[in-house]
């Protein structure tokens, strides 16, 4: 055999056992990335659900963030409050304590309106009541 013919055979060679070497630690890379990616979603996403079953309870419409905190441990501080976030949970924050309180959007949508907004609400809720009394053939009460 010729030389030339042996230096392509040596250097497809180690293309070959190089581009292999290399195919398999980018799978190994992969394959750990994925796990590690998937245990973080999972561990997320039960966080997610013993928050919302934390504010859901029957007794308490809100929850201290440091109530919060002390149940879902491991987590920093702005973590947890996405974790809340993406929970359905709104922040409240207590007039003259300045105490962050937590609950569901679903819960506490009453105390989400602002002071005017509530006026108005009930502005025209009365409004309402008194156009439907002075309607004709309906007698005033």
């Known amino acids: 055999m010729s030389e030339e013919i042996t230096a392509a055979l040596v250097g497809a060679l180690s293309a070959v056992i190089v581009s292999y070497i290399g195919f398999r630690v980018q799978k190994w890379k992969f ?23 934390l504010l859901d309870s029957k007794t308490f419409r809100r929850r201290t963030f440091k109530m919060i905190q ?9 973590e947890l409050r996405k974790i809340l976030v993406r929970a359905g949970a709104v922040r409240f924050v207590g007039g003259r304590t300045g105490k962050e309180f937590w609950g569901l959007v679903e819960r506490n949508d009453d105390a989400l309106l602002t002071r005017k907004e509530r006026l108005e609400l009930e502005n025209a809720e009365a409004n ?9 053939g309906v007698p005033a009460v």
């Open 31 to 53: 394959e750990k990335d994925f796990e590690h990616d998937r245990e973080r979603i999972s561990t997320e996403f039960m966080a997610e659900r013993v928050a919302r079953q």
């Open 128 to 136: 309402e009541e008194d156009e439907e009394a002075d309607e004709p």
């Open 70 to 78: 002390k149940r879902l441990g491991g987590f920093d501080d702005d």
